[in-house]
């Protein structure tokens, strides 16, 4: 069964390509990594998806619908997405940021039910910062701001998950936790699509990697063969003896 | 409702500022427990209508300011930032010139108003319908600068000294003229624009992460665009319309309140309407008392003078740290 797909797809911002002719379907359960250099178009592919950014051509389709058709709570309540470097200008509580995690499922004016408390509290207590919901998110360092936002992303309870380097600022034992956790939520039925550099973390927990270069798909498919010593070093232009290697590291 | 204290505490403080504005200047009780005819009228054909205009100007440059910090996210967005506030004024000085305030009796009003319409049109239709806050921003300033110099040069042609002080008085603002026709030309356009803003609270809580994540969470941020600055003109161009220009209450009110609302946008929009209120009624009480015969004092000077205080206070305790 697909649940998300670009066909034929060019993607950009305005009328600038950025990607094209990308053909890529993604199904319930699985997790995808969309690795590739710096200004690839990891993230134009993740906000296309997102329904947040329409193909210049070609379409973005959920189930068998165009995504641009959706109306934007619909598509807010069925794809939780996870910009890069988000921001916040006001000292609010990290509790408050992870609420706007509910917003798409409660009408204008209506106050947090207990049903979106609870999910708010799950959220919180899956990415491990349910101790700081009371404290000031900008005061926060960023590898918790970084699990507060996805407490956001996850309090949507919505069947997609899209997320821009999940793992950008977390140190490693968070890294591992985080992607356990993603793997999960996959393994729930959901899916999971994430932009990652972190080619160890991505061999292991993923079940399949789209390697981007060069303005198209490069690669697409499990991480043994995506991540291979030959695409390695053609798109990233390294020596990588055998390949991306799962990395073997986990909690004590 | 989560901020019930803090509201109720705000109505207290209101009902304190509208009996101060009452009782100032003397309150004839006694000859108002006899009948005295003219007792009754200047508390009900005067005080009451200055107080009434007083208390909804006050809450619409509150709400106007907290919705748009909000958007903007920007802590010194204030209502005049969209360049409502001076296309209103343009308008009413172009009545002022040409004399035509007497039209239909509502005739200040009237271009105000008109004024403040054309300043937002413009505004919408330069930023475009994508434009970002930040392109709004800066298109609001070319239209508040636009609105300002035509304004001056109005002064500059001006025919005669008198002309040129009622102009210059006018924009000041004031309430001293007020009465039951401002009160009906004023309170509709409030009210509507009020309604209009009070739409946008979810919407600018989604904005805390920013316009990307907003529109991730299935905000319209076009239609947002245009409820912030259809309900600006609304609210603002009524109270431009009967009162002139009354700066820093918009500005001072949602920041002396946010802190005790978390922060959160949606929270401090009632807050910031009765602060607004509160600060508007008392600094009329203030010029009410302190202005003699022939020295009428302007409102726009009160309001700073009673709000900067707090905003040093505010900006003082801010700058050491968490609260």
């Given at each position: 069964m697909i649940m998300l797909s670009l066909a034929k797809a060019t993607l950009g911002h305005g009328q600038c390509p950025v990607l094209q002719d990308v053909n890529a379907a993604f199904a319930p359960g699985e997790f995808v990594a969309?690795?590739?250099?710096?200004?690839?178009?990891?993230?134009?592919?993740?906000?296309?998806?997102?329904?947040?950014?329409?193909?210049?051509?070609?379409?973005?389709?959920?189930?068998?619908?165009?995504?641009?058709?959706?109306?934007?709570?619909?598509?807010?309540?069925?794809?939780?997405?996870?910009?890069?470097?988000e921001q916040t200008v006001w000292p609010v509580p990290a509790r408050t940021i992870a609420?706007?995690?509910?917003?798409?499922?409660?009408?204008?004016?209506?106050?947090?039910?207990?049903?979106?408390?609870?999910?708010?509290?799950?959220?919180?207590?899956?990415?491990?910062?349910?101790?700081?919901?009371?404290?000031?998110?900008d005061m926060l360092s960023s590898g918790e701001r970084a699990r507060v936002l996805l407490a956001r992303a996850l309090a949507t309870e919505a069947e997609i998950l899209l997320l821009d380097e999940p793992t950008a600022s977390l140190d490693p034992r968070h890294q591992l936790g985080?992607?356990?956790?993603?793997?999960?939520?996959?393994?729930?039925?959901?899916?999971?699509?994430?932009?990652?550099?972190?080619?160890?973390?991505?061999?292991?927990?993923?079940?399949?990697?789209?390697?981007?270069?060069?303005?198209?798909?490069?690669?697409?498919?499990?991480?043994?063969?995506?991540?291979?010593?030959?695409?390695?070093?053609?798109?990233?232009?390294?020596?990588?003896?055998?390949?991306a290697r799962p990395t073997g590291w986990s909690p004590a | 409702m989560r901020d019930f204290k803090l509201v109720v505490i705000q109505l207290a403080i209101c009902a304190i500022a509208s009996l101060a504005h009452l009782l100032a200047g003397g309150f004839p009780?006694?000859?108002?427990?006899?009948?005295?005819?003219?007792?009754?009228?200047?508390?009900?054909?005067?005080?009451?209508?200055?107080?009434?205009?007083?208390?909804?100007?006050?809450?619409?440059?509150?709400?106007?300011?907290?919705?748009?910090?909000?958007?903007?996210?920007n802590p010194l967005a204030d209502p005049g930032i969209v360049g409502v506030t001076s296309s209103a004024g343009l308008g009413a000085v172009i009545a002022l010139y040409f004399g035509l305030g007497g039209f239909l009796g509502i005739g200040v009003p009237l271009f105000a108003i008109l004024g403040a319409a054309t300043g937002a049109a413009v505004l919408l239709l330069v930023a475009g319908a994508r434009a970002s806050a930040t392109t709004l921003i800066l298109s609001g300033v070319a239209v508040a600068a636009?609105?300002?110099?035509?304004?001056?040069?109005?002064?500059?042609?001006?025919?005669?000294?008198?002309?040129?002080?009622?102009?210059?008085?006018?924009?000041?603002?004031?309430?001293?003229?007020?009465?039951?026709?401002?009160?009906?030309?004023?309170?509709?356009?409030?009210?509507?624009?009020?309604f209009v803003l009070a739409f946008t609270a979810r919407a600018l809580d989604?904005?805390?992460?920013?316009?990307?994540?907003?529109?991730?969470?299935?905000?319209?941020?076009?239609?947002?665009?245009?409820?912030?600055?259809?309900?600006?003109?609304?609210?603002?161009?009524?109270?431009?319309?009967?009162?002139?220009?009354?700066?820093?209450?918009?500005?001072?009110?949602?920041?002396?309140?946010?802190?005790?609302?978390?922060?959160?946008?949606?929270?401090?929009?009632?807050?910031?309407?009765?602060?607004?209120?509160?600060?508007?009624t008392a600094a009329d009480a203030l010029i009410r008392l302190l202005s003699g015969q022939g020295t009428p004092l302007y409102l726009g000077v009160a309001t700073a003078l009673l709000g900067v205080p707090f905003f040093f206070w505010l900006v003082r305790t801010q700058t050491r740290g968490p609260a």
């Open positions: 969309l690795v590739g250099p710096n200004g690839a178009g990891k993230s134009t592919l993740l906000s296309a998806l997102a329904g947040l950014n329409p193909p210049i051509s070609g379409e973005a389709m959920l189930a068998n619908r165009p995504v641009a058709l959706l109306s934007p709570g619909e598509r807010a309540r069925r794809i939780a997405y996870m910009p890069p470097d609420a706007l995690g509910r917003m798409p499922h409660r009408k204008p004016l209506e106050r947090l039910k207990a049903g979106d408390e609870a999910a708010i509290d799950a959220a919180l207590e899956k990415t491990g910062v349910a101790h700081l919901g009371h404290r000031r998110f985080l992607m356990d956790l993603l793997a999960a939520e996959a393994a729930s039925g959901k899916l999971v699509v994430i932009a990652a550099h972190a080619l160890g973390l991505v061999a292991r927990y993923c079940s399949r990697v789209i390697l981007i270069d060069g303005g198209k798909v490069a690669a697409d498919g499990p991480p043994a063969e995506a991540l291979s010593e030959s695409n390695l070093e053609r798109v990233f232009a390294i020596t990588a003896p055998g390949g | 009780l006694g000859a108002l427990l006899s009948g005295d005819e003219a007792a009754r009228l200047i508390l009900v054909d005067l005080r009451l209508p200055r107080l009434v205009l007083g208390l909804v100007i006050g809450a619409s440059l509150g709400l106007t300011g907290a919705v748009l910090q909000g958007y903007f996210r636009l609105a300002n110099s035509l304004t001056a040069l109005m002064m500059n042609l001006s025919p005669n000294p008198w002309a040129l002080s009622e102009i210059a008085y006018w924009l000041m603002g004031s309430l001293a003229n007020a009465s039951w026709t401002e009160v009906s030309v004023a309170l509709p356009l409030i009210a509507a624009g009020c989604a904005l805390t992460l920013g316009e990307e994540t907003a529109r991730s969470l299935g905000v319209n941020l076009t239609l947002l665009r245009i409820l912030c600055v259809a309900g600006a003109a609304l609210a603002v161009g009524g109270g431009v319309a009967v009162a002139g220009a009354i700066g820093f209450v918009g500005l001072v009110a949602p920041h002396l309140l946010r802190r005790f609302v978390d922060h959160q946008p949606s929270r401090l929009l009632l807050p910031a309407a009765l602060g607004g209120a509160a600060l508007l």
